[in-house]
């Protein structure tokens, strides 16, 4: 006889609570300190017992943990958190980052607001290019703090700007916060189909979430740069200009900041071109970040003159590269195909050749990073950052499998539900809840733990996913802002100068986060914003 079926009166008693307690239980220990991947699988495994010893709960909820880790660990959307991973620890060790701020703050900084417009710029460059929050506020905080507060910056107002440029990389794409959502908004918008009925669910794809986040990251950057030439218009104080005499020769600043432009903006075309035009999928494009990456790093650091281990090479491999995926943007490279023209078969025997030139750029700017003792710390960052994600998408499942057995989906279900305005009263209040736990816990806990809850109800009131996935995204940046858990606040607070507190900290990102949900409000009233891309690109 089914356990539930068997003690309905206990089920009715015991349940509405005890899955109301597992999440209480989960946040007390985050907050305690816990690892948030040991806090989430030890509370599943607690309250699994709990709810054996009332006989609520049965066993067989969790039989399929074993499939889900395996399922998670060969889950090929996931496979690019560690390529986009790896591709952002490189740029960051080959420092161009601290060029192109170096640059940008000497093209702009002769305007009243220019280094604070540089910094916004620059991050939404390192977003597109690098998608990790740590690494972007840590060295712009290194480099512009200090620079902007010896021109006069306000205190307060610096480490906003900056804090806020650094969280760009969870919007704009390719971001890791994107990748998980994707992942988990396609799961549950085909269980939600599945429910409803439909016998050949549609899927949801990352590439979807990529175009429909490019428009709202964007506007979200223009919101910022608005606000940095607000306050440089009406309180010229917190935001004075260089004088001109010392940033040198114009001409020769420009032409400066047009050779650091190129290897950035190149490599974002790269990446989500190829994802954008069709011509890859996400994890494949991830390897294509990867390598182009490396390719940058190795003409930084590669001897000038040496034609097998220096920047020829790399310069060689590069434009290799670039050319392949030109090449496989007009010419269709399928293996096989018998009604392929003259052409194509041109296409193909070139790509083979370009393909052939690439290796030749990477075990060249390998051999530069490892020079430069680089390699190690690289592979050394980006396995543990990969290993904390994956550690918690296991962690995550466990929880999500007992808290439905608990029957905390229908309780979920039920409490959306039963909110005033429908659909749209059940979205606003799961935006309010996902900003609140924004405040004590990270992205990926709400990602992987909170929205397999709420999506499926909110997907089956007939809210667009791509649209939802994008206002979650949106939403989940503020957690790296708000006091007193946000990650880009430690990040800032980590490598800040003596003489900044933690309040000029908080009293900086107070606008930022005022923005952030200003756009969350825009991007509400236009969904175009979000959707029409997509809808251009896919259908």
């Excluded at 699988?41 to 067989?60: C, H, M, P, Y």
């Excluded at 506020?137 to 006069?152: A, D, E, H, I």
């Excluded at 003792?373 to 994956?390: E, G, N």
């Amino acid at each position: 006889m089914d356990l539930v079926g068997a003690h309905g009166i206990c089920f009715c008693g015991v349940a509405p609570w005890l899955d109301i307690a597992m999440i209480v239980a989960l946040c007390v220990f985050i907050l305690a300190g816990y690892p948030v991947a040991f806090s989430l699988a030890g509370t599943a495994l607690l309250f699994a017992l709990l709810g054996l010893s009332f006989g609520v709960f049965d066993i067989g909820f969790i039989k399929p943990f074993p499939q889900r880790i395996y399922g998670a660990v060969t889950n090929t959307t996931l496979i690019a958190v560690p390529m986009f991973v790896l591709m952002g620890v490189i740029l960051e060790k080959s420092r161009i980052a601290e060029e192109l701020l170096d640059e940008m703050a000497k093209l702009f900084g002769t305007l009243r607001g220019g280094l604070g417009i540089s910094v916004m710029v620059v991050g939404a460059l390192l977003a597109a290019s690098t998608g990790i929050v740590g690494a972007t506020v840590v060295t712009m905080g290194l480099l512009s703090l200090p620079t902007m507060l010896k021109r006069g910056y306000d205190p307060a107002f610096a480490c906003g700007s900056i804090a806020a440029a650094g969280t760009l990389g969870q919007i704009i794409p390719p971001s890791i916060v994107l990748i998980l959502l994707g992942d988990v908004i396609s799961n549950s918008y085909q269980k939600a189909q599945l429910e409803m009925g439909v016998a050949s669910p549609d899927a949801i794809s990352v590439g979807d979430l990529f175009a429909g986040a490019l428009f709202p990251g964007l506007t979200l950057v223009g919101l910022y740069v608005l606000y940095q030439i607000f306050v440089a218009a009406f309180d010229g104080g917190k935001t004075p200009a260089i004088p001109a005499a010392e940033l040198g020769d114009r001409a020769k600043v420009f032409a400066a900041a047009m050779r650091t432009l190129p290897a950035p903006l190149l490599l974002i075309v790269a990446v989500l071109g190829s994802i954008l035009a069709g011509i890859a999928t996400p994890t494949e494009a991830a390897s294509v970040g990867a390598i182009g990456a490396l390719l940058i790093a190795g003409s930084r650091l590669a001897p000038k003159n040496a034609v097998f281990t220096g920047r020829i090479a790399v310069f060689a491999s590069a434009a290799a590269l670039v050319a392949l995926l030109s090449l496989t943007s007009f010419v269709d490279l399928r293996y096989g195909r018998t009604e392929a023209s003259d052409l194509e078969r041109l296409g193909a025997v070139g790509a083979i050749a370009l393909c052939a030139i690439v290796p030749w750029g990477v075990v060249a700017s390998g051999a530069a990073l490892a020079r430069e003792k680089s390699l190690r710390p690289i592979a050394d960052q980006t396995a543990r950052i990969t290993a904390m994600v994956f550690t918690i998408l296991i962690g995550a499942a466990m929880f999500s499998l007992v808290f439905r057995g608990l029957g905390g989906e229908e309780t979920v279900h039920r409490a959306l539900s039963a909110l005033p305005g429908g659909a749209v009263g059940a979205l606003i209040g799961v935006m309010a809840v996902m900003f609140v736990l924004g405040f004590f816990l990270d992205f990926i806990e709400i990602t992987l733990v909170v929205v397999p809850l709420v999506a499926p109800a909110l997907l089956k009131m007939g809210i667009d996913p791509v649209w939802l996935g994008v206002m979650m995204a949106v939403n989940l940046q503020t957690s790296f802002l708000t006091p007193p858990f946000g990650f880009a606040l430690f990040y800032l607070r980590g490598v800040a100068p003596p003489s900044i507190t933690t309040l000029h900290i908080y009293r900086g990102v107070v606008p930022f986060i005022v923005i952030q949900i200003l756009a969350l409000v825009i991007l509400a009233m236009a969904p175009g914003l979000a959707t029409w891309l997509p809808d251009q690109l896919y259908d």
